[in-house]
Structure formats: structure tokens, C-alpha cells
């Protein structure tokens, strides 16, 4: 510390407006006593004492100063790459989000057990002190609708829905023992995507892309892509940027004509003219950013630049138009319609361009039986065949091209749904279905980091609760984090006095035993 | 205010005169009675101490209001000193007057707490040092609170000896108070929670796990039990505390039993008193550890493997091949600190390097983590605005780059240099790029690398051989273009096969015809090395199936030998997995399989032929 820097501050009673330089500081001295000495002295040398213990009482106050992730880039780059805490296993998330809750008692969940059960009444005991979104009285245990058989060199279980899936069991991590707080579709969405139940938080990608940037400054960092049919319950929150600025937010594509609403040139507007005209408006903005210095202003420069980069490239990584034949034989894609395939497609080509997270919502699953687009037996299925071979040709793909090695593919939805047939009303239903069940279900990731086939975590012989290893969606949060290369406690950002966390307040557990 | 200090005055003024001596054993007769049960307790404990054998239940019931009473002889010894100091003062000297009947309350408390504590300690089953010093703690203060009020009473100018004494009482209620303490909540109960810092300023040591640590690590006894006992018994059966005479802090006392004998019967599970207690419903009298949780399944399952196999201290940690995982708590991820100092040291070499290229070509070099030094380049975001020229600007940090992603760039052959000299590469990615063998060639430098992707170049076969001798190669990429197609393996082979993988006598062979599709791949598995049978073999089979349709396999089953060998990047395996036919009689070798580091995705099969390698590819997905 200089002898500046040590004087006390000039108290502000003093007259410092008259006067040298010299003679504020006589005034200044003329102003101490011996008591400002004395307390000085005293004081100091507490401080200086309580100082150097502070260190010793809490040695990781001094250490988290110092550690506080720094997130800050330059206002006209703000999706610029950061390195990530430690070395990362993943440098990209593919999120295929199956919106409505799949049947994990259809899909994945092998439960011998449940099939003897099938059409006796639900125990007492697994209905005591539950809430269920529809059932109602005494509901029927329901076995799985379909068979299963074991697939692949790990001898996974799968259900003869996703037989294309099937060849990739080997590739694949199950957990099985997913458990969540929220048993309606729109808050349970929002919890596994932007780790709270409640509006106003940041999503998944958006703190991926804030803590990490992204590799393709000519493309968005966070993409979101819908199948068509219906939107998720929870809406554009779900890849909202919550309290994060407002440039992480995920940027919604659209699967056919521009990709992005009014990215191209009007008629008779052509890239140069577009060009002049944004120098222009650069120009403008540059005078009045120099006037205020408001760093919005700069932010604005670059959103513009980047929209006129994204003109070019946005419009090729989203043209599957470009791919050959045998790719779309592959993922069965169609170019032109909006479809999961088609999505799967050009999720794999923004993988390819340096996209740092991209998600995909499919829609449909929520299968309570209520009419045949949702029943287990008829609905369910066109979901199925909706999904499994482009998933499979998604993983293919990622892997032949080496992609695989530093990508993470998660699938899943928000619950599980319950061994018990769904009865609104008490009634038995036309259609075969099944109501939600938060306590248990199914998700999978696949690639860098995980390892590949195996399965994590139980549920009992009805697949209805965990028995053992449960992993809470923060937990899954903290473990995705960890092969990005972040702790989770790291990546905050101070809003309303809190260091907001994707994992929030509660302790998340990195699920160790499902790393490579 | 007034009437005490007159009654003080005077009190003073009685004291000074010399009082007669039936005055002073009137004065002391009480005091007297006082001493009674002090000696009583004294006598008690010493004659009668506690052994570790439990006695009659109402002697114990009576004993449990123990901890009960004890607070109050503590309460009030402890207010003898504070009314003394603060009656000093003229406006509280009123409180010198209670000090008499403070004093009393505490030595008949401290004597009655002594003799609870006799009752619970010598019927409750307590024996050990921490029981012994806090019995005679306790025995001592009584005699010391009857000593204080002595000199008070007495009071002629005795007053050092009176405040040493007083001294010597507060110490002993520290000191006692704090082995009792001990007793009942565990031997760290006072620091176990210690903030680490203030545990760094003490220089007290986090003895958590360390406490009653004796065992051999390398032994399972060491390694798995202990901690067990470590954990949740030792507590109450430790060298401090060893209730029923007990001790499980060392292998000798835990077969030297406790007062009801052995507590193991080695090799008899059910025999084991021990394990009985441990299995016994919670709520059984003799449930332990008492009034605790039970031990976890794992915990109960590793000790019932553990004495079924002999109860022995130098079974070894890997004998018992079934016991449930070792870890008793679930395994933490570790998030690695970054310490900027040290990264600043790390990186102060190249940083200005690395800052002037971050300049010239945003957003495509980066370190790979916060805490390192490594780079990472990504080229492939810039495209065709990247080439040869560019990436020559990176040579000078180019050994610190260890992972390059040049896919799609202009790069041609002449970047061979560039990229050979990225000595620490673990990850090259080359997809869609316009280099050819040329440049895979030069790469035979790249001692480092991982994973290696050409997809869509125009690599042919002839780089396979320098790709499969890179000692770390793990992953390979590429796919099956036109321009390798025009180069297809060559129709036919002369094959020698080893006859078995001990000989090195190869096979006269004829010459035989492989499949015309060769190409290469990569199968993701981990390395492994277990008996035939097993999983692995089984993986292993698609590898010399793919062999056979060359012709290979068939040729091995034709010699009508058991066994052969194929060799893969050196290292051979045998092919007894194989469907061949086996003549009757011949016993399957059963040897072991053992992949070489990462043959387990092989990226070629090497066929030596008469002292000359030759290299077959295998395809994706073998």
C-alpha cells in the first residue's frame, strides 16, 4: 500500500474547494487530533490483527475471491468462447427433450414383475398419501404394453418399440432413478431446464452458453428446434435467459423457410445494400455510444453483426436440403416439413458448426388414455416411430464423425408416468393410458464423458419408486455441468443478493458413477 | 444497600476476634456432616471402581440421573468465584454473604453427583482411562468444594490458599466436565465440528477418521472392517471407552471378546455374538451399536463375508471377490481449484504469443481450461478463410496446442509441417479438408494423439500402418469415399497364421483371398483383460468372424488345430473362440484373453506372413 492510497478520505465537512492543494492538506492535519491517533492506532492494529486471522478462520473466503469464475467479455462479443473451470469432457449438449413424459414402463423399464400384476388392483400402500393428476379411487396395475428383449454387447433391456435405438444401447447411459418435485407438465419442464419450477430462470443452454460462449460466432449459441404439433407446456421459459442478459437466451429456429423470422433480405434488398445500410446504422450508433457510453449500445452493434453474419451461415446449417440421399434414408428426414427427423438432422449440423447447445423438443408423450393420440396403444406408438430411428441416426452419425467423443446427447422428459392404469374418474377408459408419476423415470445420455451401457439407479419390481441411487434433476444439472467442465457452485450470477446457480439453493451431487 | 455492608462490617468485625474454641466446632459441625458423603464416594470409587460388568438395574436407574444432577454442583461452584469477585465491589457486597451456602450447596451436590456417577459407572458396564479420570475429576472437586468452604468458614487470612483453591476447583470443573463430555458424545466432541480454519490456527488435527486406525491397509481386515469399526463402534468400545470390556480398535481385542467372552467365532457367522448384535431388530435389548442406526446392508454383508471367510488379519484386501464396495460414503466428484497466481507462472511463456493470436483470429484459440496451459484451436468456425498461411502463424505456440480442430479449412499438404509440429496433439480433426496420405503420413511424430478424424479427406489405406503404430490412438474417424473405394485392397493375400500364441512356428499357407471390403473404423470399448467366456471374449468374436469371411479362420479350423493366434498391433490372441471345428477330443486351452491397450478397437488386424506385417483394415462396426 502507497502512502496515497493510506491517508483516510478528506472529511467531507471540511472547505476543499478554496484552497491549494497544500493548504487542504494542512487542514486536513490541522483536523487530526490525538484521538483520531489513538483510534487509529487502536484500531489499526485490531484490524491488522483480525486481518491476518481472517485468513486462517476462513480459508476459503480469501480463496473464493479469488476463485469467482470471471464471466465478463467485451460488450461487442458477448457469446465469445471462455475456457471452461477445468478440462472438459463435452464441449457441445444435444437435449432432446420428449415433451408430455414418455412411458419409461414402455421404453425402457423391464419389469417382469408388473406383467403377473397386470389388471389386479394397485395396492393400498401405493396409493396412500399420494396425489395423482387424474387417477382416481382404485386404479388397475397395467403391464407393459409391449415386449421387451435385451439388445446390444452390455445386454440393456429395451422395449421392441425403438428398435433402432436398440443398436445404440451399447452407447448409451441409462439412469433409471430420475426423481423430480413437480408433477404437472409446465413446472416439471421448467425444472429439468432451468433447474426451478417457477418463471424467471435461466435455462439450461443459456448457462451454458454464458458460462462457455460459443465456438460459431456466425450462429447463435443456444438453438432450439420444435417438432411441430403442440409447444411445451412451459412455453418459451424454457429456454428463456431468466435473470442472465438477454443475448443467452436460446434463439427458437424455425424448421422450414428462414430459419430465423425476418433474417432474409426483403425482395430487392440485396447483401450489399444490407451491408451499407448497417454501416450506417453502426455509424449512428457508434456517435451515440461515444455521447453516452452505455454499453446497450455496443451490445446492439454486435447483435446487428451478428444477424447480418447469421444471414449467410444460419440459413446453410439449417438447409438439410444439402445433404445427401443416404443421410436422409438414414434419419429418415424429409426436407421441407417440420418433423423430429428433420430436427435431429440439423441438430447435427450445428454440432458440426460449433453450436454450444442445442435442443430439441418433441411433443405428444403425455400418454393418459384420454383419446387415441395419447393412449399407450395407438398415439404412443406414432410417437415412437417418430423418434427411434432419428435418435439412432443422430448417434450414428455424431459417432462416425468423431463427433460423438466431445458431444453429450441427453434424452428424456420431465416425469415418469405410473405402473397404474390411468381411470379419470374412477372409470376404466377406452383408450390404455397412464397418469403422471414424479417419483420415478427413465433419461439417457450418450457420449463424451458418459459411460457408455450401463444403467444407473433402480426403481422396485413396478417401476413405480426409486430403490436405489435416486438422482434428482439438480443432480443431473451438477453432472452435465461437471462434463462441461464447470462446478456447479461456480457458474453463478449474482441477481437479488443470491449467486443464482442452475442447481439452486439445495446440494446437487455429481453422479460420479455414470462418468467414463 | 445499607443494611449489608453494616452486616458485612460487623461480619468482619466478628472475624478478627479470636473466637472460642466450641465456637469453632459449632462453627464446623456442619461441615463435618459435609465431609461424609465425600468420603463415602471417595471410598466407593476407590475400592469399588467400575470394571466393565453391567450390575443391577436400579443401580443403574438410579446412576442415569447422573448427567442429570451433575449440572448443578458445576452451576454452582462456578458462582462461588463470581460473587466473590464481584462482592469485592462495596455495591454488591451483599453477595459475599451467600458464598457460605453457595459453597455448601455445591460440595453436598458435587458428593451426591459423584455417587450417581459411581452407580452408573460401576453397574453400567464402563471401563477405560476417560471413565477413571473423570470418576476421580469428580471425586477430587468434591473434596476441593468441601476444602473451599472450609477456608471460607474459617476465613483467617487465608485468602491466597482460598483463591488457589478456588482456582484449583474451576480447573478441576473444566477438566472433569470436559471428560465427561467425552464420554458421552465421543472423544472429539468438542473440535469435531471445528471450523477448519480455526483448527489450522490450534493446530488441531481432524482425528475423524483417523481414530483407532491400526490395521494393515492392504489387508481386507485393514481396509474394509476397521474403517467399519472405525466408524460406528469404536466410539463406545475405543481405547478411551471400552463398555462391556470391549475393545474393537485393534484385531487382538477384538478377539480377545469382552466380559461375556469371544465375540467371534471365526468362520462361524452365526455363532458370532457380534454379528448377532449387529442383526438383531433395533429395538432388541441387545442391539447394537445401541440406540444408534444400524449399520448399512453393505457394512453388515462385507463383515458376515469377512468372518465366513476366517476372521483373519491378514486375509488379503482382494480374497473376498463378492464383498459390496468399499466406500462408505458415495464418491464425490472433485472440482479442481484454479489458482490464478499459478496459472499466471504456467502461461507467462506463451501468454503474449497466444494474446496476439487471440487478436488476429478471434475466437478460435483458447486455453483449455482456466487452470491450464494447453490451447485448444478451432479453425473450423473460420472455414474457408483459413489456410496454410494462417496456420503457420500458430507454430510458435504449437507444442502447447492440444487440440485442433482444422476441419473445412483451405489447408492444404503444405500444413503438414504445422500440424506435425503440434507435438502434443491428443485430438486432430481434418474433416472435409483437402489433405492427403501426404500429410497423415508426417503425423507418425504425433506421440500424443487420441483421436484422429479424416472424415470426408482423401485419405487411401497406405496411412493406416503409420496410424496404427501412433502408441496413444484410440479413436479413428473417416468414412468410405469414392476415391478410397478406387483403391481396394489387394484381391488376394499370403497368409501365414501362427499355430497357437506360444510358438512363433508359423503355418505353411497357401495364398488366400480376402473379401475385397477393407476399410477402417473404430469401436468405442474399454480395455479389458479377463478369462475366455466372459464378456470380453465375446466382443473380441466379431474381430476374428470378420477373419474368417477373409478366409483366415477357415484356414486355422482346416490345420485342425485347437488353437491359433492372430496378431493385432503386436500383440497376439488366440482364436479359440472362433466356431471351428475342434476335433473331438481336443480340450479347449482356456487361456486368457488379453487385449492390448486399445486393440479393443482395433483399427487394423496385423497378419505376419514369413517375417513380413501385413496390415488388414477392418471396417466400422467391425
Known amino acids: 500500500m502507497t502512502a496515497s492510497e493510506a491517508?483516510?478520505?478528506?472529511?467531507?465537512?471540511?472547505?476543499?474547494?478554496?484552497?491549494?492543494?497544500?493548504?487542504?492538506?494542512?487542514?486536513?492535519?490541522?483536523?487530526?487530533?490525538?484521538?483520531?491517533?489513538?483510534?487509529?492506532?487502536?484500531?489499526?492494529?485490531?484490524?491488522?490483527?483480525?486481518?491476518?486471522?481472517?485468513?486462517?478462520?476462513?480459508?476459503?473466503a480469501k480463496a473464493a475471491e479469488n476463485d469467482a469464475l470471471d464471466f465478463s467479455r467485451d460488450a461487442r462479443t458477448p457469446l465469445a468462447p471462455l475456457p471452461s473451470q477445468f478440462p472438459a469432457k463435452v464441449r457441445r449438449v444435444i437435449y432432446l427433450h420428449m415433451a408430455g413424459a414418455p412411458s419409461q414402463l414402455e421404453l425402457f423399464e423391464h419389469k417382469p414383475e408388473l406383467k403377473k400384476l397386470d389388471g389386479e388392483d394397485c395396492p393400498a400402500s401405493f396409493l396412500a398419501g399420494k396425489r395423482f393428476a387424474f387417477i382416481s379411487g382404485v386404479p388397475k396395475l397395467l403391464a407393459s404394453q409391449y415386449p421387451f428383449h435385451q439388445a446390444g454387447q452390455s445386454g440393456q433391456w429395451i422395449s421392441d418399440r425403438l428398435p433402432y435405438i436398440a443398436k445404440q444401447l451399447d452407447d448409451i447411459c441409462f439412469v433409471k432413478s430420475m426423481r423430480t418435485d413437480q408433477f404437472n407438465h409446465a413446472p416439471a419442464q421448467l425444472l429439468v431446464q432451468t433447474g426451478n419450477p417457477r418463471l424467471g430462470y435461466a435455462s439450461f443452454g443459456s448457462w451454458v452458453v454464458y458460462g462457455l460462449g460459443t465456438e460459431n460466432q456466425n450462429l447463435p449459441g443456444f438453438i432450439v428446434l420444435l417438432s411441430g404439433g403442440k409447444t411445451p407446456d412451459g412455453g418459451k421459459q424454457l429456454w428463456s435467459s431468466g435473470f442472465l442478459p438477454s443475448v443467452y437466451q436460446g434463439v427458437q429456429c424455425r424448421s422450414h423457410g428462414e430459419p430465423v423470422l425476418y433474417l432474409d433480405n426483403p425482395s430487392g434488398v440485396s447483401r450489399s445494400l444490407r451491408r451499407s445500410m448497417l454501416d450506417t446504422i453502426d455509424d449512428i450508433n457508434q456517435q451515440t455510444y461515444a455521447a453516452f457510453g452505455n454499453p446497450e449500445t455496443v451490445t446492439r452493434i454486435a447483435q446487428y453483426e451478428m444477424a447480418f453474419r447469421m444471414q449467410m451461415d444460419a440459413t446453410d446449417a439449417m438447409d438439410i436440403r444439402k445433404e445427401p440421399d443416404a443421410v436422409h434414408s438414414q434419419y429418415g428426414s424429409k426436407p421441407g416439413e417440420a418433423s423430429f427427423a428433420n430436427n435431429c438432422l440439423v441438430a447435427r449440423r450445428l454440432a458440426e458448426r460449433g453450436v454450444r447447445f442445442i435442443q430439441l423438443y418433441h411433443w405428444g408423450w403425455d400418454s393418459h388414455g384420454a383419446d387415441a393420440k395419447e393412449a399407450l396403444n395407438l398415439g404412443f406408438n406414432d410417437r415412437c416411430r417418430e423418434v427411434d430411428q432419428p435418435t439412432a441416426a443422430l448417434l450414428a452419425d455424431l459417432k462416425s464423425r468423431g463427433l460423438l467423443e466431445d458431444t453429450l446427447v441427453v434424452w428424456g422428459g420431465e416425469f415418469g408416468r405410473t405402473p397404474m392404469r390411468e381411470n379419470r374418474g374412477g372409470q376404466e377408459m377406452k383408450y390404455v393410458g397412464r397418469d403422471h408419476n414424479p417419483g420415478a423415470f427413465t433419461i439417457w445420455l450418450a457420449g463424451g464423458g458418459v459411460r457408455p451401457g450401463i444403467s444407473h439407479g433402480e426403481t422396485d419390481d413396478m417401476g413405480y419408486e426409486i430403490v436405489k441411487d435416486p438422482v434428482e434433476i439438480r443432480d443431473l444439472h451438477a453432472t452435465m455441468l461437471y462434463l462441461l467442465g464447470f462446478d456447479h457452485h461456480k457458474l453463478n450470477y449474482r441477481f437479488q443478493g443470491l449467486e443464482q446457480k442452475l442447481t439452486s439453493v439445495k446440494p446437487a451431487r455429481v453422479v460420479v458413477e455414470i462418468l467414463a | 444497600?445499607?443494611?449489608?455492608?453494616?452486616?458485612?462490617?460487623?461480619?468482619?468485625?466478628?472475624?478478627?476476634?479470636?473466637?472460642?474454641?466450641?465456637?469453632?466446632?459449632?462453627?464446623?459441625?456442619?461441615?463435618?456432616?459435609?465431609?461424609?458423603?465425600?468420603?463415602?464416594?471417595?471410598?466407593?470409587?476407590?475400592?469399588?471402581?467400575?470394571?466393565?460388568?453391567?450390575?443391577?438395574?436400579?443401580?443403574?436407574?438410579?446412576?442415569?440421573?447422573?448427567?442429570?444432577?451433575?449440572?448443578?454442583?458445576?452451576?454452582?461452584?462456578?458462582?462461588?468465584?463470581?460473587?466473590?469477585?464481584?462482592?469485592?465491589?462495596?455495591?454488591?457486597?451483599?453477595?459475599?454473604?451467600?458464598?457460605?451456602?453457595?459453597?455448601?450447596?455445591?460440595?453436598?451436590?458435587?458428593?451426591?453427583?459423584?455417587?450417581?456417577?459411581?452407580?452408573?459407572?460401576?453397574?453400567?458396564?464402563?471401563?477405560?482411562?476417560?471413565?477413571?479420570?473423570?470418576?476421580?475429576?469428580?471425586?477430587?472437586?468434591?473434596?476441593?468444594?468441601?476444602?473451599?468452604?472450609?477456608?471460607?468458614?474459617?476465613?483467617?487470612?487465608?485468602?491466597?490458599?482460598?483463591?488457589?483453591?478456588?482456582?484449583?476447583?474451576?480447573?478441576?470443573?473444566?477438566?472433569?466436565?470436559?471428560?465427561?463430555?467425552?464420554?458421552?458424545?465421543?472423544?472429539?466432541?468438542?473440535?469435531?465440528?471445528?471450523?477448519?480454519?480455526?483448527?489450522?490456527?490450534?493446530?488441531?488435527?481432524?482425528?475423524?477418521?483417523?481414530?483407532?486406525?491400526?490395521?494393515?491397509?492392504?489387508?481386507?481386515?485393514?481396509?474394509?472392517?476397521?474403517?467399519?469399526?472405525?466408524?460406528?463402534?469404536?466410539?463406545?468400545?475405543?481405547?478411551?471407552?471400552?463398555?462391556?470390556?470391549?475393545?474393537?480398535?485393534?484385531?487382538?481385542?477384538?478377539?480377545?471378546?469382552?466380559?461375556?467372552?469371544?465375540?467371534?467365532?471365526?468362520?462361524?457367522?452365526?455363532?458370532?455374538?457380534?454379528?448377532?448384535?449387529?442383526?438383531?431388530?433395533?429395538?432388541?435389548?441387545?442391539?447394537?451399536?445401541?440406540?444408534?442406526?444400524?449399520?448399512?446392508?453393505?457394512?453388515?454383508?462385507?463383515?458376515?463375508?469377512?468372518?465366513?471367510?476366517?476372521?483373519?488379519?491378514?486375509?488379503?484386501?482382494?480374497?473376498?471377490?463378492?464383498?459390496?464396495?468399499?466406500?462408505?460414503?458415495?464418491?464425490?466428484?472433485?472440482?479442481?481449484?484454479?489458482?490464478?497466481?499459478?496459472?499466471?507462472?504456467?502461461?507467462?511463456?506463451?501468454?503474449?504469443?497466444?494474446?496476439?493470436?487471440?487478436?488476429?483470429?478471434?475466437?478460435?484459440?483458447?486455453?483449455?481450461?482456466?487452470?491450464?496451459?494447453?490451447?485448444?484451436?478451432?479453425?473450423?468456425?473460420?472455414?474457408?478463410?483459413?489456410?496454410?498461411?494462417?496456420?503457420?502463424?500458430?507454430?510458435?505456440?504449437?507444442?502447447?496446442?492440444?487440440?485442433?480442430?482444422?476441419?473445412?479449412?483451405?489447408?492444404?499438404?503444405?500444413s503438414a509441417d504445422a500440424i506435425a509440429a503440434m507435438k502434443r496433439l491428443r485430438v486432430l480433426r481434418l474433416i472435409n479438408t483437402h489433405l492427403t496420405d501426404a500429410t497423415l503420413?508426417?503425423?507418425?511424430?504425433?506421440?500424443?494423439?487420441?483421436?484422429?478424424?479424416?472424415?470426408?479427406?482423401?485419405?487411401?489405406?497406405?496411412?493406416?500402418?503409420?496410424?496404427?503404430?501412433?502408441?496413444?490412438?484410440?479413436?479413428?474417424?473417416?468414412?468410405?469415399?469414392?476415391?478410397?473405394?478406387a483403391n481396394p485392397c489387394p484381391r488376394t493375400w499370403p497368409v501365414n497364421l501362427f499355430s497357437d500364441d506360444s510358438a512363433a512356428k508359423p503355418i505353411k499357407a497357401p495364398r488366400i483371398p480376402l473379401a475385397a471390403a477393407c476399410g477402417v473404423g473404430y469401436v468405442r470399448r474399454r480395455s479389458v483383460s479377463r478369462p475366455i467366456g466372459s464378456h470380453s471374449a465375446t466382443r473380441m468374436s466379431p474381430v476374428c468372424r470378420k477373419m474368417a469371411s477373409c478366409g483366415v479362420m477357415n484356414f486355422l479350423g482346416q490345420t485342425g488345430r485347437a488353437t491359433g493366434c492372430v496378431e493385432i498391433r503386436g500383440r497376439r490372441f488366440p482364436a479359440c473362440r472362433l466356431p471351428i471345428r475342434r476335433p473331438p477330443g481336443v480340450p479347449d486351452p482356456g487361456c486368457k484373453l488379453e487385449y492390448p491397450d486399445r486393440a479393443d478397437h482395433p483399427l487394423a488386424l496385423r497378419v505376419e506372413v514369413a517375417g513380413h506385417a501385413h496390415v488388414i483394415p477392418v471396417w466400422n462396426g467391425l
Open chain 2, 441 to 485: 503420413l508426417r503425423l507418425d511424430s504425433l506421440n500424443q494423439l487420441e483421436s484422429l478424424d479424416v472424415y470426408g479427406t482423401a485419405m487411401t489405406p497406405a496411412v493406416l500402418p503409420t496410424i496404427a503404430k501412433l502408441p496413444k490412438i484410440s479413436h479413428f474417424m473417416r468414412d468410405r469415399p469414392a476415391s478410397y473405394r
Open chain 1, 7 to 60: 491517508r483516510p478520505r478528506i472529511p467531507a465537512d471540511l472547505d476543499i474547494q478554496s484552497g491549494s492543494p497544500g493548504e487542504v492538506e494542512l487542514a486536513w492535519l490541522e483536523a487530526r487530533t490525538r484521538r483520531h491517533f489513538l483510534r487509529s492506532l487502536g484500531g489499526g492494529l485490531g484490524t491488522l490483527f483480525l486481518g491476518t486471522l481472517h485468513a486462517k478462520l476462513v480459508p476459503s
Open chain 2, 1 to 414: 444497600m445499607n443494611v449489608p455492608s453494616q452486616n458485612l462490617a460487623q461480619k468482619q468485625g466478628a472475624s478478627l476476634t479470636v473466637p472460642s474454641r466450641a465456637a469453632i466446632l459449632s462453627r464446623f459441625t456442619p461441615g463435618l456432616a459435609m465431609l461424609a458423603p465425600v468420603l463415602v464416594v471417595t471410598t466407593l470409587v476407590a475400592f469399588l471402581p467400575p470394571d466393565g460388568n453391567e450390575r443391577a438395574d436400579w443401580v443403574q436407574f438410579i446412576g442415569r440421573f447422573h448427567p442429570l444432577l451433575v449440572h448443578f454442583p458445576i452451576a454452582l461452584f462456578l458462582l462461588v468465584p463470581i460473587l466473590e469477585i464481584v462482592g469485592r465491589s462495596a455495591r454488591f457486597a451483599y453477595l459475599q454473604l451467600s458464598v457460605s451456602f453457595v459453597l455448601t450447596l455445591a460440595t453436598l451436590g458435587a458428593s451426591a453427583a459423584a455417587l450417581l456417577g459411581w452407580c452408573l459407572g460401576r453397574s453400567g458396564g464402563y471401563s477405560g482411562t476417560l471413565i477413571t479420570q473423570h470418576m476421580w475429576g469428580g471425586v477430587v472437586l468434591s473434596v476441593v468444594c468441601w476444602v473451599c468452604w472450609l477456608l471460607r468458614t474459617g476465613r483467617r487470612e487465608l485468602r491466597l490458599t482460598y483463591a488457589g483453591a478456588l482456582a484449583l476447583g474451576v480447573g478441576i470443573v473444566a477438566w472433569t466436565g470436559y471428560r465427561g463430555g467425552q464420554l458421552s458424545q465421543g472423544p472429539n466432541h468438542l473440535t469435531e465440528h471445528m471450523p477448519n480454519g480455526l483448527r489450522n490456527l490450534l493446530g488441531v488435527e481432524d482425528n475423524r477418521l483417523a481414530s483407532g486406525w491400526s490395521g494393515d491397509p492392504n489387508t481386507f481386515f485393514g481396509a474394509r472392517i476397521q474403517p467399519i469399526f472405525a466408524a460406528r463402534c469404536i466410539n463406545c468400545h475405543g481405547t478411551d471407552k471400552h463398555k462391556g470390556n470391549l475393545r474393537l480398535d485393534s484385531y487382538r481385542a477384538l478377539m480377545r471378546g469382552g466380559k461375556d467372552g469371544q465375540v467371534m467365532q471365526t468362520g462361524n457367522v452365526q455363532g458370532s455374538d457380534l454379528f448377532r448384535r449387529i442383526t438383531l431388530p433395533a429395538s432388541h435389548d441387545d442391539f447394537m451399536p445401541k440406540g444408534k442406526q444400524p449399520l448399512t446392508a453393505d457394512q453388515v454383508k462385507t463383515i458376515e463375508l469377512w468372518i465366513s471367510a476366517g476372521a483373519s488379519d491378514t486375509l488379503a484386501l482382494n480374497a473376498i471377490s463378492n464383498a459390496p464396495s468399499g466406500s462408505v460414503a458415495p464418491a464425490e466428484a472433485k472440482f479442481e481449484e484454479v489458482d490464478a497466481a499459478a496459472v499466471a507462472q504456467l502461461r507467462s511463456a506463451i501468454a503474449p504469443a497466444v494474446l496476439q493470436l487471440q487478436k488476429q483470429f478471434p475466437n478460435i484459440l483458447e486455453y483449455d481450461s482456466r487452470g491450464s496451459a494447453d490451447l485448444r484451436l478451432n479453425a473450423s468456425t473460420l472455414g474457408s478463410k483459413f489456410g496454410d498461411r494462417d496456420l503457420e502463424a500458430f507454430r510458435p505456440i504449437a507444442e502447447h496446442i492440444i487440440v485442433a480442430d482444422l476441419s473445412r479449412t483451405e489447408i492444404t499438404d503444405h
